[in-house]
């Protein structure tokens, strides 16, 4: 293990994934470091959720290494395991558990003891707003609350990096608000937070570090005002960066909007036609009926 790796909270080198014809990562090199706040964000398709597989032990890599705290990822699965919390996309939770008989299952499962993990799980409801919810089975919790019980599921063991794969998707203002405020306490204690979103304003909000992905390669990385750099915000710098200048759909979408009738299919029908099975209706150039 080099110096560079024993720094680095998350070390990836020339990382490769694909799916039959699909590169959905191609090569890519990642330094991130420990202590800080970092957002990596691209385009839907970029590759964000199969690094974030690879680099947690989720999904094999077919060529490259990744370090996390240290330890190679896939030589040395249960000690990174141990050092890493993990709120995955699609997130699968035991439905029939209540959210605290969950934290506590998952307390006991990562070797606390029992009167620990009371402590902590009292303490993450309290802190995520589901102290009310703490007896109501998964299953019928919000979509919000899902996100909130997986995340207070994957902090417990008290890791030492993070990995959120789209973690406001789906929460309200309210609860997206406890949630930063549980995440930026917790990078102030010198923990590692990687998160992946597309929404450009809460990366640049929250994040001091980024990395932005497009097309299964990373474009840059750095401090988020390097990134940045002479851009107005980093949603420009985006922009620029995977050269999505937003498409012009005028021409192919003539018929959208400015609706002045209903286009309704003249042709003859004949008896028991059905309007499903009816001859499809002919348009002028414009679309709309004549
Ligand atoms: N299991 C899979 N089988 C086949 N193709 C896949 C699979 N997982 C991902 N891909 C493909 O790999 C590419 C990268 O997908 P990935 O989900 O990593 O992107 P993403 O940046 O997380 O996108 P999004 O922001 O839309 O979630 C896409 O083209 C996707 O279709």
Same mark, same amino acid.
Request: aromatic share 6%; hydrophobic share 40%.
């Given at each position: 293990?080099?110096?560079?790796?024993? *720094?680095?909270? /998350?070390?990836? @080198? !020339?990382? $490769?994934?694909?799916?039959?014809?699909?590169? #959905?990562?191609? %090569?890519?090199?990642?330094?991130?470091?420990?202590?800080?706040?970092?957002?990596?964000?691209?385009?839907?398709?970029?590759?964000?959720?199969?690094?974030?597989?690879?680099?947690?032990?989720?999904?094999?890599?077919?060529?490259? *290494?990744?370090? /996390?705290?240290? @330890? !190679?990822? $896939?030589?040395?699965?249960?000690?990174?395991? #141990?050092?890493? %919390?993990?709120?995955?996309?699609?997130?699968?939770?035991f439905e029939r558990l209540s959210g605290?008989e969950l934290?506590?299952y998952?307390?006991?499962?990562?070797?606390?003891?029992?009167?620990?993990?009371?402590?902590?799980?009292?303490?993450?409801?309290?802190?995520?707003?589901?102290?009310?919810?703490?007896?109501?089975l998964v299953?019928?919790?919000?979509?919000?609350?899902?996100?909130?019980?997986?995340?207070?599921?994957?902090?417990?063991?008290?890791?030492?990096?993070?990995?959120?794969?789209?973690?406001?998707?789906?929460?309200?203002?309210?609860?997206?608000?406890?949630?930063?405020?549980?995440?930026?306490?917790?990078?102030?204690?010198?923990?590692?937070?990687?998160?992946?979103?597309?929404?450009?304003?809460?990366?640049?909000?929250?994040?001091?570090?980024?990395?932005?992905?497009?097309?299964?390669?990373?474009?840059?990385?750095?401090?988020?005002?390097?990134?940045?750099?002479?851009?107005?915000?980093?949603?420009?710098?985006?922009?620029?960066?995977?050269?999505?200048?937003?498409?012009?759909?005028?021409?192919?979408?003539?018929?959208?909007?400015?609706?002045?009738?209903?286009?309704?299919?003249?042709?003859?029908?004949?008896?028991?036609?059905?309007?499903?099975?009816?001859?499809?209706?002919?348009?002028?150039?414009?679309?709309?009926?004549?």
């Amino acid at each position: 293990m080099t110096s560079a790796e024993e *720094t680095a909270a /998350v070390r990836v @080198h !020339d990382l $490769w994934k694909s799916f039959g014809q699909q590169t #959905a990562v191609a %090569g890519i090199e990642l330094a991130l470091p420990a202590g800080r706040f970092i957002g990596l964000v691209g385009p839907n398709g970029a590759g964000k959720t199969t690094t974030l597989s690879m680099v947690t032990g989720l999904l094999r890599p077919d060529r490259g *290494t990744v370090y /996390v705290a240290g @330890h !190679d990822v $896939w030589a040395d699965p249960a000690e990174v395991k #141990a050092r890493i %919390g993990v709120l995955p996309e699609g997130l699968r939770l035991f439905e029939r558990l209540s959210g605290h008989e969950l934290l506590a299952y998952t307390g006991r499962l990562r070797g606390l003891p029992g009167a620990e993990v009371d402590k902590r799980a009292d303490q993450l409801l309290d802190v995520l707003d589901l102290a009310g919810a703490r007896n109501k089975l998964v299953v019928d919790y919000s979509t919000g609350m899902r996100k909130k019980i997986g995340l207070a599921a994957a902090l417990l063991h008290n890791p030492e990096v993070l990995f959120l794969d789209e973690p406001f998707e789906g929460v309200d203002p309210v609860s997206a608000q406890t949630i930063r405020g549980v995440l930026e306490r917790y990078t102030r204690s010198g923990a590692t937070v990687v998160f992946s979103s597309h929404v450009m304003e809460l990366v640049e909000s929250l994040c001091d570090w980024v990395a932005v992905m497009a097309a299964g390669r990373i474009r840059a990385q750095g401090p988020l005002t390097e990134v940045r750099g002479d851009a107005t915000s980093l949603q420009e710098a985006f922009l620029n960066l995977v050269g999505a200048s937003g498409k012009d759909s005028g021409g192919t979408l003539d018929w959208l909007g400015n609706v002045q009738a209903p286009l309704l299919d003249e042709s003859p029908r004949g008896p028991g036609q059905s309007p499903e099975t009816a001859t499809p209706p002919r348009r002028n150039d414009t679309g709309r009926h004549p």
